[in-house]
């Protein structure tokens, strides 16, 4: 994959941005981005389609034109990302749009995943997608302003962006009644770190990771907040997360040497806490 520098990194330098100067962003480091959407893969085979629109026409002034009343403020270019409507789609598309994201981090630009309220159907027609495709989410592109916007700051506040959970509500060892320490995670303690500073819908971290006794394999599961798949009927927006969670996970793990590749190998638990539900296996070695 294309990074300039160390992934890990790259993931750990990412927030999201909401409010943006007007500098322009080079043809360069747009050229960069689009060859990265030829690249990118997920877990489950799905191909994504990406593009960058310029909405500086869209009716300049008008605060309400990209339908996120207000909260992305100063942006016109936006990544948008579509893809054919399938059993993991939503995991496919995540994987892939996070690892788009981080090259834009890498090439020093802001973003901020947008799967909630946005003009969804205005960036579709836009875009060009298909019948059987869905647009799950966009991300405004650009340089940041230096100081977030009230706007940015409200809403960081209220989904607590700044904060992660804690390893113990996230990963567990052989089963989910015992939580997974770092040191009891060997060379996947990083990885996992860097899982569990991915971004997720309203900062839910909706993923649970259970590892194997004795081997490099972790099970992810999606643990569904109460209530959220109502939110947003066009797109699953947990499912979106788990992708983010595996492109981590797996950028990661490669940049460290670790080999493995993603399995449907569901463990046998006699236990899975309530609205949780297994999505895929890294089976490492
Ligand atoms: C799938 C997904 C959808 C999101 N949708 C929105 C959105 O519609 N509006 C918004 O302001 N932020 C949105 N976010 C950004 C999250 O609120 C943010 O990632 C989270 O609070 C963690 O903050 P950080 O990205 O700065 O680490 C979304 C994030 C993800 C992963």
Redesign the pocket.
């Known amino acids: 994959m294309e990074y300039s520098r160390s992934i890990i990194d790259i993931i750990k330098e990412?927030?999201?941005r909401?409010s943006y100067t007007p500098r322009a962003v080079e043809a360069e480091k747009r050229e960069a981005l689009e060859r990265m959407f030829a690249q990118v893969q997920g877990p489950f085979g799905g191909r994504a389609r990406f593009a960058i629109l310029d909405t500086s026409g869209w009716g300049e002034g008008r605060i309400n034109s990209l339908g996120?009343y207000g909260?992305i403020q100063g942006a016109t270019l936006f990544i948008v990302g579509m893809i054919a409507r399938g059993g993991h789609d939503m995991e496919d598309f995540?994987c892939q749009f996070e690892k788009i994201i981080l090259r834009a981090t890498d090439l020093g630009l802001g973003t901020?995943?947008?799967?909630?309220?946005?003009n969804r159907s205005r960036f579709a027609l836009k875009a060009g997608v298909r019948e059987n495709e869905v647009l799950p989410?966009i991300s405004p592109l650009g340089y940041p302003t230096e100081r977030r916007s009230v706007a940015d700051s409200v809403?960081?506040w209220s989904?607590g962006?700044r904060n992660r959970r804690p390893w113990a509500d996230l990963f567990f060892d052989r089963d989910f009644e015992r939580g997974l320490a770092p040191d009891r995670a060997g060379r996947y303690a990083e990885p996992l770190e860097v899982l569990r500073l991915g971004?997720?819908?309203?900062?839910r971290q909706p993923w649970r990771v259970v590892k194997e006794q004795g081997r490099d394999v972790f099970h992810l599961f999606l643990c569904r907040s109460r209530g959220y798949d109502k939110l947003i009927k066009a797109v699953d927006?947990q499912r979106?997360?788990m992708g983010?969670a595996m492109s981590h996970f797996e950028v990661a793990a490669s940049e460290l040497g670790l080999e493995g590749r993603w399995r449907t190998s569901p463990p046998r638990l006699d236990f899975v806490p309530e609205r949780t539900e297994y999505v895929q296996s890294w089976v490492g070695g």
């Open positions: 990412r927030t999201s909401r996120t909260t995540g901020c995943w947008i799967g909630g309220i946005f989410a809403i960081r989904a962006s971004p997720s819908a309203s900062n927006l979106l997360d983010i």
